[in-house]
């Protein structure tokens, strides 16, 4: 059987996910309308949105490739929220060519070289202390989507099954409503 392309056939990209964060400044800049209206053009499909207040555990996982940065600590208070609010808006983004969309439209992640009617270009800044504002994260790749999806959401927080799961009882402390 002949599985080559065809003349005037397109190749058909992946599904894939990427996680993107509205971070801090974003949101106290009120951006979120903004973001989310530039990030409409990829015409993918969220599966997933909640605000988040960012423990420093989190953070730490999140940008531990950039532990040995010398930035590192101011990034942790960034994205935490120490300079602005406390919240994020993390959102799971679901489709074809999702992170390649998803990044093309974030724009580079040093606001000065972002084009300038990428997000990052458009509301993107460099502090004083040279940590980039850029207002929004978005997974490098599908290694990282599913590390970085599976670190800030849970199964269930998620309305379509993008990764294999297991039901497991687990016992461990919460808040609860009172």
């Known amino acids: 059987m ?22 801090p400044d974003g949101l106290v800049k009120s951006l979120t309308g903004g973001i989310l209206t530039k ?4 015409k993918l499909k969220i599966i997933a949105a909640k605000v988040v207040r960012v423990s420093r555990e989190l953070a730490v996982e999140h940008y531990y490739h950039l532990k040995d940065q010398p930035f590192f600590g101011e990034l942790i208070k960034y994205i935490m929220g120490e300079h602005h609010t406390n919240r ?12 390649q969309k998803v990044r093309a439209i974030a724009g580079s992640t040093n606001p000065e070289e972002a084009e300038s009617i ?6 993107g800044r460099i502090t004083t202390k040279g940590v980039f504002e850029n207002v929004i994260h978005a997974s490098s790749d599908p290694k990282e989507a599913e590390r970085e ?12 099954d993008i990764y294999p799961t297991t039901e ?7 808040r609860v409503w009172a």
């Open 2 to 23: 002949d599985t080559s392309k065809h003349e005037g056939e397109e190749k058909a990209m992946p599904e894939q996910k990427t996680l993107v964060i509205i971070k």
């Open 39 to 42: 990030l409409s053009e990829t």
């Open 88 to 99: 994020v808006l993390a959102m799971v983004y679901y489709g074809e060519d999702a992170i």
């Open 118 to 123: 990428s997000i990052r270009g458009m509301f």
């Open 149 to 160: 999806i599976k670190l800030w959401f849970m199964p269930d927080e998620i309305v379509t």
């Open 168 to 174: 497991k009882e687990v016992a461990r402390k919460m």
